[in-house]
């Protein structure tokens, strides 16, 4: 019997999460497995991953075989490389929390009040129209010199 580590769906359309089993490779994605080794779920930020390292390293020493998806993960974990005896990954890097985009916002006013004006000023027309005619004298000039 052909042993595999493979990922089981769980939840709604668009929230899925998965549990880390190890089942028979004949039986289908969300039947019945042997034993379950972890958790993965991808929709949270950042994503959530918990393995029990030493089940894993069992089954894996054993001869059992980790999908592509699973293999993926158990090198993020360690858990691969202390199997194959290579050195181990750099920690996983948890992203900082974002700051409150309000306070930032508010902070950037330092309690005045809005305006409701235009920062910029609109040019007239008649001020365009002096621009160009000063921009098309302006290489004829340079063409005289």
């Known amino acids: 019997m052909a042993v595999k580590i493979k990922l089981k769906r769980l939840g709604k359309i668009r929230s899925p999460h998965y549990r880390i089993v190890v089942a028979d490779s004949r039986t289908r994605r969300d039947g019945r497995a042997i034993e379950e080794i972890g958790l993965y779920h991808p929709v949270q930020n950042p994503s959530r991953i918990e393995v029990n390292s030493e089940r894993a ?3 894996l020493s ?4 980790p999908t592509e998806p699973v ?4 090198k993020l974990t360690g858990d691969w490389q202390a199997h194959k005896g290579l050195p181990a990954p750099a920690p996983l890097l ?12 508010e902070s950037l006013g330092d ?4 305006k409701g004006e235009a920062i910029t000023q609109k040019a007239k027309k008649s001020d365009k129209k002096a ?4 921009d098309a004298a302006a290489p004829a000039e340079s063409a005289e010199a």
Do not use: N, S, T, Y
């Open 131 to 134: 621009d160009e005619a000063a």
């Open 94 to 105: 948890q992203p900082e929390p974002k700051a409150d985009k309000r306070a930032l916002f």
């Open 62 to 65: 054993v001869g059992a075989q």
């Open 71 to 74: 293999l993926a993960i158990l």
């Open 111 to 114: 309690g005045e009040e809005a």
């Open 57 to 59: 390293r069992h089954w």
